[in-house]
């Protein structure tokens, strides 16, 4: 089916002019071909291999380069960035803020990037912040949550916000939460839980009160999914299953009928995936051991086709309209 | 034959998809695009992205506790019957894909492929177990002949992919049993992926839209890797068994170096002549997959010089373009044609990559890493 086909069939059921299908067809002839997002990739991996190469080379090269000549140039590209993006940007709103300038938010992601460079730098080479390693991860945490309101800028918050958590101690990348956590201490887990559903709360502030509505995303996904495997974890390998399951289960219900508010449906499917494993768990954990081998089946089979029905009925079920 | 999705919703979709980019693009009015809705209707349940996961991971586990339930009945001591078992999973699976394709009116939703890989996979078994003994290439044409049948069937993405594979697997193990038949495998491999290319771009029927995109792909990317200096090297070197730590210069290498360069200029030259994304994007990856064959023979950078100096070159190549093409130029313009969708991702690819914790020791300093935040590791 390609354009001209369609406008053939458009224009048999008389829904555009003959005019309309000239101009148009014309229009799609002449129409440039775009290579913004192409370009824009490019840009962003330049950056990022840009700020990973050159901090590689500065930890090879600490004894031969000259400390204050690293500081100097370092320092000298993030007030660069800093002044160009503070030049460059738009007033505050609590609104979303679509700064039309093109290098605007590359070029804040680059100033903070440096600006975490320069601090470590600062930190390994004069001890600058002492032992109070806390407060060297909690500045530039502070600093990048006023960028990411100031410039409105999502990348910059998620930075914040696994700013936030390292300085509680955590990893919270997507895709580190189970591999560089250590959950079997019990105060780890139970930070993780906390700092998760505060996110989570903080999320559903500023969506409600219309704070950066579209940061609540980053926030209840990050946090979410942190407070959802910290829970699962506890479930798993600590007594008193009740106090996890609990919030565990509340959270599940909360991702499904969040995903009925907002129409992201990657929280139905967090809801779901959480939600069945937790439950699943509970169940063998009470089931005698005999019957166990022989209702699994059962219960696997069954369960799977149960979800698969609520998951192609979802919008019945929750009453989300097309 | 008749097909199990729906044609005629399958050419409605597409034109509603089309007449929505025109829509965004202001070329119909508001008014016009719901009377193609009207007009064109479709009644195919396609949820999002997310749902299909779960589609998929659930339909997955049912499929396979459902062949745990038959084998309940049908497995006994005796050895044989695990081919019935799979055979009877095949008829059931294939039952159910109809019947949820007719009945819930599925359209590569999750659950239709996860059933259909599941047939597959299940229709297999027999073959495996009855002929024992067959060639390795005899087995590849059995799966070739099943996986062709149900890409041409259903339309299947992974299905189509796995049958190029398995066709390139083929032709691979067919060549290796003549010396001049393992010379000659890059070019033989290429040659099948210009053809299966040009083959591809011969679909014009919209149900296998998406099927013809992923064997562009695939043979572009096929075609590439064939005369890349770099995998016909150690290619060569692995099929030879030779256990050297340099492996050794091929023949003809001049060939493989002029390959290597020029395939990728070509597909982004022609991508962009011809508007054609997939040629362009692909070409793109070649060239950087070209760039890494020519710093593992030749670099004189460590790994550390060359991604900063990339960085720079891509900085400074991404600015003066973006500079130049502010006015469309040749054709091609700077301005974005479609809406972005996938902003929320780039955010999360950011905190994965530019904001982790401190690592114990080899703290990779720097790097954007918030292992440089001078937290030692007293966590």
Redesign the interface.
Known sequence: MNNSKVLGNLLSREIISVQQHNAIESYLAKKPFSVHWELRSLLYLGILFFGSGLGILIYENIDTIGHQAIIAAISAITIGCFFYTFKVSLPFSWLEVRNPNKFADYILLLGCSTFLILEGYLQFQYKFFGSKYGLAVIIPTIVFFFCAYRFDHKGVLSMAITGLASWLGLTIAPLSIISKNDFTDIKLLITSIILGLGLIGFGWISEQKDLKKHFAFSYLFLGGNLAAIAVITGLFIHEFKVLYFVPGATLSAFFIMRSRSSQSLVFLLMGVVYGYIILTYCLIKILPDKALGFLSVYYFLFSSVGVLLFLLNFKKFLRIKK | MKKPYNETWV?NL??QQ??EK?RFNN??SHE?NE??KV??PEEF?R?????K???F???C??CS??I??IA?FILDAGSNTFGLVSVVCCLCFTFFLEFLIKD?KLFHSG?DNALLYSAIGASLVPVFMLFENLEFWQYCICILAVLCFAAIRYADLLVTASAFVTIFTLLSNLMMKFPLGKALLPFGIMILAVVIYFSAKKIRQ?YY?ECRIVLEVLSLITLYLGGNYYVVREGNALLSDLALLVSPQIPFASVFYFFTLIIPLIYIFLG?RK?DRIL??VG?FALAFSIFTYRYYFGIF??????????????I???L??RY?KE?KY???????GE?KM??M???I??????????ENGI?????????????N??
């Open positions: 050419n597409a034109i089309i007449s025109w070329l119909i016009q009377a193609v007009a064109f349940y949820p999002g992205i997310f749902v996961i779960g589609l991971v659930f339909a586990i049912a506790f459902f745990g339930f309940l819930r659950v919209t839209r962009l508007k362009l994007l793109l460590t790994l550390a010089q060359g991604l900063a100096l990339a960085g720079i070159f891509m900085v190549v991404s600015i373009c973006i093409l469309p054709g091609i313009t700077d301005e974005p044609d972005r902003a929320n780039e955010a999360l950011a905190a994965q990559y530019l904001g982790q914790t401190p690592q990779e300093f720097g790097g954007g890493n918030f292992g440089g935040g001078g937290a030692g007293t966590y």
